[in-house]
DNA sequence: AGTACCCTTACGGCTTATCGTAAAGCAAAA
DNA sequence: TTTTGCTTTACGATAAGCCGTAAGGGTACT
């Protein structure tokens, strides 16, 4: 078993949940932070003390407070371990179950496991240790079809970018004005309709504020 | 202290964070539920053994699962709690911070602490507890004011149902009808209109649609 | 060139949303 | 009872969204 590991969680009851059932795990060294930057630092003292960690758990939602925090969030944590440490095993343990953010975490990051924070979450997250231990990667039940490509709706950049800024208030007009200012092309209005109503039914949405919620639901907008 | 008290939270790592607490506190029985009919009928079959709990940690939101149950969240278990066993503690312990919400659970329930989940959740709830056993409410910071009847600006029952019901693709008319099929006043078109047009200037945003993508991000829905 | 095809754009009708104003309903105070 | 103030409802006008049809503009192939 992993004998050195980190536990990245803003929230207390959580991170003292997680260290708990480490410690039943028998893992020896568990060290506990709070705040993403307090995590590579930790990581990076440890790299040079040569007792390197060998496992991190890390939120992905970090709520900001008064410290200011250069690393914001556990997305960006992640990115910036696995660029300096490749070898470190992560585990995200995360209650987002967006299946295109778990997809980017695995394809563009390379994470270790992925585990939902549901009410079996902690059972999951010692099946995932082990796991990830041997080296066989980990996804919690919720989104095992991640990595799955069978359900890949057309939606491409373009369509996100419609939606996102549908999401942030724009009329379609506004829109059609955006998109000619910047060149995105098709820009016209009529255009951009026939777009969201392409959207709207792929989505089986009745109108644009259903489509847009649905959108977030998917996560991806 | 204490000496037997109950935790009913769905999450199994918040309700070991939680216990983990309370036995650091020196308390000596510690039960553990994770859904709401366990919690009470642990309450009730200690009441019949004559050794009932003296302090229920409790959160308010609770997630469906294949488990039917009849009661199917925080704010059901309290009122059902409060009138059996008046004389029994109560502390609510959630991530909610809708002054609203606090304010009714205070003056409609007569609970006893409400202490947030943040950063920093754990400690107050420990507070909390010793405040309580001395027979002096504990409220968190964040909501310390919810008996403070200044704050008037706030987002209400009424409004996440209207909300939901948007972002599920219903047009104000649609909701209209619903709304007084289901004797949820008020219902007219009119008020609909009104109500969501206070909502948008409240949160600052340009139309309906940019309106649900914000309750949205903010988990209002 | 011609034509076949697809993507883009334009436009008119109809529906829904947004906004202002005003009347009706209701309950507490005078 | 009347007055007063607030909430709910009604309605009309303008704007935005939705939908079908058709015209314009490329590109590739014959």
């Known amino acids: 078993m992993f004998t050195k590991t980190l536990i990245a969680e803003d929230m207390q009851d959580i991170n003292k949940g997680i260290h708990a059932a480490l410690c039943e795990l028998g893992i020896k060294e568990i060290h506990q932070v709070q705040y993403c930057d307090d995590a590579y630092l930790k990581i990076k003292k440890a790299e040079l003390d040569g007792v390197p960690y060998e496992l991190l758990i890390t939120d992905l939602s970090f709520k900001r407070d008064w410290r200011e925090q250069k690393i914001r969030s556990g997305e960006e944590l ?3 371990i696995r660029n300096e440490f490749p070898e470190m095993k992560i585990i995200a343990y995360s209650i987002e179950d967006r299946i295109q953010k778990v997809r980017s975490l ?25 796991s990830v231990f041997e080296n066989i990667p980990y996804l919690s039940p919720e989104v095992s079809h991640a990595l799955n490509p ?11 970018l419609l939606l996102e800024q549908l999401s ?3 009329s379609q007009d506004d829109i059609s004005l955006y998109f000619s200012k910047n060149n995105i092309k098709p820009s016209s209005l009529s255009s951009i309709e026939k777009r969201l109503n392409k959207l709207r039914i792929d989505f089986k949405a009745n109108n644009a504020i259903h489509l847009v919620a649905t959108a977030k639901d998917l996560g991806l907008i």
Do not use: F, H, P, Q
């Not at 695995?106 to 240790?129: D, H, Q």
């Not at 709706?153 to 369509?159: F, H, T, V």
């Open 78 to 80: 992640i990115r910036t």
């Open 106 to 130: 695995i394809t563009s990051y390379g994470i270790n496991g992925y585990v939902c924070k549901t009410r079996r979450g902690l059972v999951e997250l010692t099946n995932a240790i082990s």
């Open 150 to 160: 069978t359900n890949d709706l057309e939606i491409n950049d373009y369509d996100i």
């Open 168 to 170: 942030k208030g724009l």
